[in-house]
Every structure is written in C-alpha cells, then in structure tokens.
C-alpha cells in the first residue's frame, strides 16, 4: 500500500507541473478533504479547495514547478519534500491581502505531510517559510 501511496502523491505533484490540477482534483482527492496550508493558517476542503490552494500558487506564479527531493511512506501516511520556484508574475491572494506581480523569483523548500485512503488524499498539511517567501518577493526585508 506505501508504494501505491508515494505514486499518488508524485503524480500529484507531476500534474501540478503540467497544470492538471482538475483532473487530479478529481482523481486523487478525497471529497472530504482537509488540506491545512500551515504558514497561511488557512484550511481548504474537497476537491474545490485543492483546486483553490493550488491554483493560487499557479495563478501567482504561472511559471512555477516543484522538484521532489524525497518521498516517504508509512501505510496511509506520506511525508514529501520538494523545492518549488517560480516567477511572480500574478496576484498572489494570502490571509493578509493580495500582493501585487512583483517580477522576482522564488524559491522555497516545502514539507507536505499527506494522508491517504483508498488511494485519494484525504488530510495534507503543507509547511514553508513564509517569511523567506515574502523577502524573496521584496514585501518584507
């Protein structure tokens, strides 16, 4: 069940890169969904709310990827770490307000900690700087 596992969550993170977020929205997430977007302090639910979450990282940086550096599993519990980059080139919405396309790159270090069952995601908390994030896009020094 763990490989089954880790393949879901690396083809989730392959359909981000190739901007599938419906179709795994619909594939690979659970209608009960609660994925926690920890630094944000913002939870997203179903299928809608991983599109949500996700597209607003597309949307602010429409030039963005992840790299996945390391994939653990445990039964129905995955541990994830990537790098994801991007140019700000879009509106980037957070709890605080929207910030306006700056042009500059980002680069951040991610740790997502993911459950599943029946091969669908149906609990994620995701983990990143968000300082690091906002300095690298010139809104805090």
């Known amino acids: 069940m763990a490989t089954g596992n880790t393949q879901v ?8 890169n190739k901007r599938g977020i419906d179709r795994a929205a619909d594939t690979m997430i659970a209608t009960n969904l609660e994925w926690v977007s920890v630094p944000l302090g913002i939870t997203f639910e179903g299928p809608e709310g991983y599109k949500q979450f996700v597209g607003s990282w597309a949307a602010a ?10 994939i653990v599993a445990n039964g129905d519990s995955v541990a994830a770490e990537f790098t ?5 080139t879009g ?4 709890p605080a307000g929207d ?6 790159q980002v680069e951040l270090q991610f740790c997502e900690l993911l459950q599943l069952k029946d091969g669908k ?7 990143f700087d968000s ?3 906002l300095r ?6």
Request: aromatic content about 8%; proline content about 6%; cysteine-free.
């Open 61 to 70: 940086m429409p030039d963005s990827s992840v790299e996945v550096k390391s």
């Open 84 to 88: 994801g980059r991007g140019t700000h």
């Open 121 to 127: 995601v149906v609990r994620a908390h995701t983990y």
């Open 91 to 94: 509106t980037f919405s957070t």
């Open 99 to 104: 910030i306006p396309p700056t042009g500059r």
């Open 136 to 141: 690298q896009l010139g809104v805090v020094a």
């Open 9 to 16: 969550v690396q083809d989730l993170y392959e359909a981000f």
């Open 131 to 133: 300082i690091t994030m």
